[in-house]
């Protein structure tokens, strides 16, 4: 593997499209290849996924071992399909979620068992993961109000995981603290509490000593 490999997590609210973008924008200025992939989906079977997921009709009864599965059938797709030969390629892949977001959702979230899911990662997965993970934390009142303030905006169809209670988002945020416990040499918590620029150059300080090994910064 010989591009870099950068995955965002955390809660609803944190901003994590917006600073996947503006990442993406330094990283084209400066000359690198940056591709920007997003959790479920990413690709033609991903998105299809996704929607099964997230706002089909039928999913009101789905259960958390068939939303463990989905989710990981979308990450093999991508995984294979595009993130796998982008870094053989050299590129910079980032994503907008990955396994960690697993973890804390149908792990901690969801209740399953925590050794069966990360089996189940490492068989979508193998050896390829992420260098670099930055969490983008909020208070869990900000992450409820997006949540709300998403569900009343939009006209769309309804999103089952922002229907979810507020004991299940509160795991979920215990989920990523001890995930970024358990591995701080990867998982970087960046306050994204702060301005967008502010929050974009945290990030950029965990971001470029990666950048020195590929040449370029
Ligand atoms: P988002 O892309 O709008 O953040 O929506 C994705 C939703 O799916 C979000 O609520 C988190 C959830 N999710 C999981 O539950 N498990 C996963 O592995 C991933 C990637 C996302």
């Given at each position: 593997?010989?591009?870099?490999?950068?995955?965002?997590?955390?809660?609803?609210?944190?901003?994590?499209?917006?600073?996947?973008?503006?990442?993406?924008?330094r990283?084209?200025?400066?000359?690198?290849?940056?591709?920007?992939?997003?959790?479920?989906?990413?690709?033609?079977?991903?998105?299809?996924?996704?929607?099964?997921?997230k706002?089909?009709?039928?999913?009101?009864?789905?259960?958390?071992e068939?939303?463990?599965?989905?989710?990981?059938?979308?990450?093999?797709?991508?995984?294979?399909?595009?993130?796998?030969?982008?870094?053989?390629?050299?590129?910079?892949?980032?994503?907008?979620?990955?396994?960690?977001?697993?973890?804390?959702?149908?792990?901690?979230?969801?209740?399953?068992?925590?050794?069966?899911?990360?089996?189940?990662?490492?068989?979508?997965?193998?050896?390829?993961?992420?260098?670099?993970?930055?969490?983008?934390?909020?208070?869990?009142?900000?992450?409820?109000?997006?949540?709300?303030?998403?569900?009343?905006?939009?006209?769309?169809p309804?999103?089952?995981f922002?229907?979810?209670?507020?004991?299940?988002?509160?795991?979920?945020?215990?989920?990523?603290?001890?995930?970024?416990?358990?591995?701080?040499?990867?998982?970087?918590?960046?306050?994204?509490?702060?301005?967008i620029?502010?929050?974009?150059?945290?990030?950029?300080?965990?971001?470029?000593?990666?950048?020195?090994?590929?040449?370029?910064?």
């Open positions: 593997m010989s591009g870099l490999f950068i995955t965002f997590e955390g809660t609803e609210g944190g901003g994590k499209s917006t600073q996947v973008a503006l990442l993406a924008g990283l084209r200025e400066l000359g690198h290849h940056a591709r920007v992939l997003r959790e479920p989906g990413g690709t033609p079977i991903g998105e299809e996924i996704r929607h099964l997921l706002h089909s009709p039928a999913n009101a009864v789905m259960m958390p068939a939303e463990l599965l989905l989710m990981n059938a979308s990450r093999a797709q991508l995984v294979l399909e595009v993130i796998r030969p982008a870094l053989t390629a050299g590129e910079i892949v980032l994503c907008d979620r990955f396994y960690d977001s697993t973890t804390a959702y149908q792990g901690h979230g969801r209740q399953l068992d925590l050794a069966l899911v990360k089996s189940v990662i490492d068989f979508a997965i193998g050896d390829t993961r992420p260098h670099l993970t930055l969490l983008l934390r909020v208070p869990t009142e900000v992450s409820e109000l997006r949540r709300n303030a998403r569900q009343a905006a939009t006209a769309g309804r999103d089952r922002e229907e979810a209670d507020r004991a299940f988002f509160h795991r979920v945020e215990r989920g990523f603290q001890r995930i970024a416990e358990g591995e701080p040499e990867r998982v970087k918590i960046v306050d994204a509490t702060q301005g620029e502010a929050v974009h150059e945290e990030v950029w300080r965990h971001v470029a000593p990666h950048l020195l090994p590929l040449g370029e910064q």
